[in-house]
């Protein structure tokens, strides 16, 4: 249900642009080499995908290397900048 809100609580909302990069997107280029990242299925809910996404393209147009596996309780991943 839409409703009036005040400033104080779009701040705590997070506004974005609409067209600009998604947030773990932004983290995954942020990394420095041996970071990890843990990614929740929370914060990447595309549907039947995963970040690998973000990841692949990253590496072919950069030299930068990741490793990316599930955890074992499958509720989310963990991105490792290798090179």
Same mark, same amino acid.
């Given at each position: +249900? /839409?409703?009036?809100? &005040?400033?104080?609580? /779009? *701040?705590? %909302?997070? +506004? $974005? #642009?609409?067209?600009?990069?998604?947030?773990? $997107?932004? %983290?995954?280029?942020? %990394?420095?080499?041996?970071?990890? %990242?843990?990614?929740? $299925? /929370?914060?990447?809910?595309?549907?039947?995908?995963? #970040?690998?996404?973000?990841?692949? #393209?990253?590496?072919? &147009?950069? *030299?930068?290397?990741? *490793?990316? &596996?599930?955890? $074992?309780?499958?509720?989310?991943?963990?991105?490792?900048? +290798?090179?």
């Amino acid at each position: +249900m /839409a409703k009036l809100i &005040t400033d104080e609580e /779009a *701040s705590e %909302l997070g +506004m $974005r #642009p609409f067209g600009k990069k998604h947030f773990v $997107r932004v %983290l995954i280029e942020q %990394l420095e080499k041996g970071q990890r %990242l843990y990614i929740t $299925r /929370a914060d990447f809910t595309w549907r039947k995908q995963n #970040p690998n996404y973000f990841i692949n #393209p990253l590496m072919k &147009t950069t *030299s930068k290397k990741f *490793s990316i &596996t599930e955890t $074992r309780t499958r509720n989310g991943w963990i991105v490792v900048r +290798m090179e």
